[in-house]
């Protein structure tokens, strides 16, 4: 499929797709993982008291790591759910 406005500057095939199947696994795989780290991270935090080990301070940083990737794998997933709903639709229109 040629992009109107661009030529080809790579040297990739002409048909070259994205791994939108890994993608996929990956992101139904880890984003459960990661919210439960979210979670279980921010329940931890809550209930250090101080002088724990490890502190609060490094669970609550920890427990923000995580939800960053869980959004970040929450919005690769929408992208590649949309990517694939509208591959398959070529698919038929052809």
Known sequence: MRIPGRSRTGTEPV???SALGLRLLLSVLYLPVFIAGTVLFALWAARAEPGDSPSADSLTKVAWIC????LLGAVDLAIVLTRRRNERGRRRGR
């Open 15 to 17: 048909t070259a797709r």
């Open 67 to 70: 939800a960053a990737l869980a």
